[in-house]
Every structure is written in C-alpha cells, then in structure tokens.
C-alpha cells in the first residue's frame, strides 16, 4: 500500500501493515517494503519471487510517540519493483 505522506506510510508500517516507499537512487527507480510484521513481509516476498535472506531488519521510529519499534524491509529494484507496484493498488 502506498500513502501520499511519508508520516501515515510509516504509522501504517510500524501499526503491522505494509507500506511501499518509492524513491530514487542514483537515477534508479527503488522502493522499501516496510513493515513491524516480518511474517506478513514473509508472505509477500514469496509472492514476489524475493528471497527471505534478502529481508533486512532495521528498528524505525513511530511517528506519533518516536519510540523504536522492530520493523523489516525489502529493498526493491527491477522486476521486483514491477511486481510490487503491481500488486500495491492506488495510492492513499
């Protein structure tokens, strides 16, 4: 899912929901993956041909109190990216 505000992105991740977070990286389209439930990243890996070592743990702050939480993300590029944006549906 992805979210016009990073805030609500992030709030939405770290709440157990997945997040898509595009950016750009030395002119190349990326994404992260983002979310507190390593499961549910699990699980849409699978879908998207990704291997789970590829899965990165990296604690993030919660926007509305700024206490770490445990998340994981997958770094996205290429096919990868198409398969997620893909599946992702419209922005909120």
């Not at 992260?32 to 879908?47: E, F, K, N, P, Y």
């Not at 700024?66 to 549906?89: P, Q």
Request: proline share 5%; net charge positive.
């Amino acid at each position: 899912m992805e979210f016009r505000l990073w805030r609500e992105g992030m709030t939405h991740a770290l709440n157990g929901g997945l997040w898509l977070h595009r950016f750009t990286l030395r002119n190349e389209r990326m994404a992260h993956l983002v979310s507190a439930d390593r499961a549910l990243l699990l699980r849409v890996g699978t879908q998207l041909g990704l291997a789970p070592e590829w899965l990165q743990h990296k604690p993030l702050r919660y926007p509305p109190s700024g206490a770490r939480v445990e998340a994981w993300h997958w770094d996205l590029r290429g096919v990868y990216l198409e398969r997620a944006l893909a599946l992702s549906g419209p922005r909120r």
